[in-house]
Every structure is written in C-alpha cells, then in structure tokens.
Nanobody
C-alpha cells in the first residue's frame, strides 16, 4: 500500500506560479512511476506529468511542456510539480498517482495507476 498526500494548492493570479508536493509513504518508490493528473470542473481526469523514480526521466502533456516541471526528492520521498505561467484553464483539482514499474504509453491514462492522493485545488484567476 502506498499513501499519497498532496499539498500546495491555492489561489493564484494568471501568470503566477505554484509548487505542488506529493508526500509518499508505505513503500520504497525506487521502482515506481509517479504522476500528476488534474480534473477541471465537468471534465475527466487528465494527465499532466510523470516521472520514473529510478532515473528521474520525465513525461509531460503537450500543453504543460515548458510551463510545468515534475521532480522528485529521494530523501523526502516526495514528488513535486512546479507550475509556472499559470493560466485560468489550469484551474482544477490536481491529483498525485503512483504505480509500480516504468512509464509506458498506457500510463497517460488515469486507469494505469493504482494509488491516488486526495487531490489539491488549484484556482487561477484572470
């Protein structure tokens, strides 16, 4: 069992930045994929970014490339999502997810993940 706890959401103006954190516990994550998804009002959960814990290789949704950065801290067992140049359309609940293995094409979908956090709200005002 992996427990994931997100934090760092809030209200920010367009063009601003936020850093989300996902603290993980319960398992050694060295062979896990960690990911961020978001769900905007009235929409399905969508992929944002992922990282292979073992080597730090990263994957991004096209619309987030260049604005968002996913990273991990081995000592803190925490995954981060640095979000810059935020837009009102980034408003959503952001979820942390995890599963064993390395990133694969099917892991762009929420169904590819086993463990989920409770989510943290990000609101970007125009």
């Amino acid at each position: 069992q992996v427990l994931l706890v997100e934090s760092g959401g809030g209200l920010v103006q367009a063009g601003g930045s936020l850093r989300l954190s996902c603290a993980a516990s319960g398992r050694t994550l060295s062979n896990y994929v960690m990911a961020w998804f978001h769900r905007a009002p009235g929409k399905e959960r969508e992929f944002v970014a992922a990282i292979n814990w073992s080597d730090g290789s990263t994957y991004y949704a096209e619309s987030m490339k260049g604005r968002f950065t996913i990273s991990r801290d081995n000592a803190e067992n925490t995954v981060y999502l640095q979000m810059n140049s935020l837009k009102p359309e980034d408003t959503a609940v952001y979820y942390c997810a995890a599963r064993p293995g390395r990133f694969a094409i099917s892991y762009y979908k929420a169904g590819g993940y086993i463990y989920w956090g409770q989510g943290t709200q990000v609101t970007v005002s125009s």
